[in-house]
């Protein structure tokens, strides 16, 4: 989803909804989130570069998966329930059920990466739709293992051209970045994350802030754009031009193919149906790691 798409006015009530990360109305005590972290954290005990990766295919996912060891850091799968696990994990990733404690319908890779500072000092993530070039692999982990703890890497995300000028919907993608602990946490304790609705947020200091809050878009990222700009955090942008050649998404796509036209996505059922891995691998020149 990009910023130039309008509010969704079920964004706030539809609580099959709370795994994509939404404050509005979350229903989850802040204690079952910090158990399930612990767990987390056990899972990657002894791993120093964590990468999430997001399983809804089996082939992409173990194409990233190889990707991300090419370049020295650890793949890390969580997975949408609506797919499963993978049935592919290389030697030296570790698979994680972000969901096990929860049994949510739907989850994002936007639902552990809200409390990353719980669980590690460092974590990338990207799309689970993104694949890169060798040479952007290298670009982006030397952006990655170069970020001082407090700071993080995302892209902006400033919408269309007529958007451009409208600050409130900017926002930072998860298409692809790092954060830190520190920088995790203070998002966290500022109440200005990833997660939708950051108004919301349980963090949110006084009515007086959530008044501001609410004047701005509702969508994901948006927090993190808020964090910078007006709580002093510290984000190296990552160019969007870096990962857009690889980035398969309906966005923009006039052909792409829903398996429920004019409803919502569902990544798992749809990225095959509209992308053929052997030939944007090929175009990548990555297609020798199929």
Same mark, same amino acid.
């Given at each position: 989803?990009?910023?130039?798409?309008?509010?969704?006015?079920?964004?706030?009530?539809?609580?099959?909804?709370?795994?994509?990360?939404?404050?509005?109305?979350?229903?989850?005590?802040?204690?079952?989130?910090?158990?399930?972290?612990?767990?987390?954290?056990?899972?990657?005990?002894?791993?120093?570069?964590?990468?999430?990766?997001?399983?809804?295919?089996?082939?992409?996912? *173990?194409? %990233?998966?190889?990707?991300? $060891?090419?370049? &020295? !850091?650890?793949?890390?799968?969580?997975?949408? +329930?609506? /797919?499963?696990?993978?049935?592919?994990?290389?030697?030296?990733?570790?698979?994680?059920?972000?969901?096990?404690?929860?049994?949510?319908?739907?989850?994002?890779?936007?639902?552990?990466?809200?409390?990353?500072?719980?669980?590690?000092?460092?974590?990338?993530?990207?799309?689970?739709?993104?694949?890169?070039?060798?040479?952007?692999?290298?670009?982006?982990?030397?952006?990655?293992?170069?970020?001082?703890?407090?700071?993080?890497?995302?892209?902006?995300?400033?919408?269309?051209?007529?958007?451009?000028?409208?600050?409130?919907?900017?926002?930072?993608?998860?298409?692809?970045?790092?954060?830190?602990?520190? *920088?995790? %946490?203070?998002?966290?304790? $500022?109440?200005? &994350? !990833?997660?939708?609705?950051?108004?919301?947020? +349980?963090? /949110?200091?006084?009515?007086?802030?959530?008044?501001?809050?609410?004047?701005?878009?509702?969508?994901?990222?948006?927090?993190?754009?808020?964090?910078?700009?007006?709580?002093?955090?510290?984000?190296?942008?990552?160019?969007?031009?870096?990962?857009?050649?690889?980035?398969?998404?309906?966005?923009?796509?006039?052909?792409?193919?829903?398996?429920?036209?004019?409803?919502?996505?569902?990544?798992?059922?749809?990225?095959?149906?509209?992308?053929?891995?052997?030939?944007?691998?090929?175009?990548?020149?990555?297609?020798?790691?199929?």
């Amino acid at each position: 989803m990009n910023s130039t798409q309008k509010p969704d006015s079920s964004a706030k009530v539809d609580s099959s909804q709370f795994g994509k990360g939404n404050w509005g109305g979350f229903p989850i005590p802040l204690d079952e989130i910090h158990a399930a972290a612990a767990e987390w954290r056990s899972a990657l005990e002894g791993v120093e570069r964590p990468w999430l990766c997001w399983n809804v295919s089996d082939r992409w996912c *173990a194409l %990233q998966q190889r990707l991300i $060891q090419e370049v &020295g !850091w650890t793949p890390v799968i969580g997975f949408d +329930p609506r /797919c499963g696990a993978p049935k592919t994990v290389l030697p030296g990733s570790v698979v994680i059920d972000f969901n096990a404690r929860f049994g949510l319908p739907i989850m994002w890779p936007h639902f552990p990466l809200e409390f990353a500072f719980l669980f590690t000092e460092r974590l990338a993530f990207w799309h689970a739709d993104l694949l890169c070039r060798m040479e952007t692999m290298r670009k982006l982990k030397e952006v990655f293992e170069g970020l001082p703890d407090g700071w993080m890497a995302a892209v902006p995300d400033y919408g269309s051209r007529r958007f451009f000028y409208r600050f409130r919907h900017h926002r930072y993608w998860e298409l692809a970045g790092c954060t830190t602990r520190g *920088a995790s %946490q203070s998002q966290f304790e $500022q109440g200005a &994350g !990833w997660w939708r609705c950051f108004v919301d947020h +349980p963090n /949110c200091p006084n009515e007086r802030e959530r008044r501001i809050r609410s004047k701005y878009y509702y969508d994901s990222g948006v927090g993190i754009m808020y964090w910078k700009r007006r709580l002093g955090g510290r984000v190296v942008n990552v160019p969007q031009g870096w990962v857009a050649e690889g980035h398969c998404t309906s966005i923009n796509r006039k052909n792409y193919r829903q398996v429920e036209p004019g409803g919502q996505r569902n990544l798992s059922a749809e990225i095959d149906l509209n992308f053929d891995i052997a030939e944007v691998a090929k175009q990548l020149g990555i297609g020798h790691l199929l």
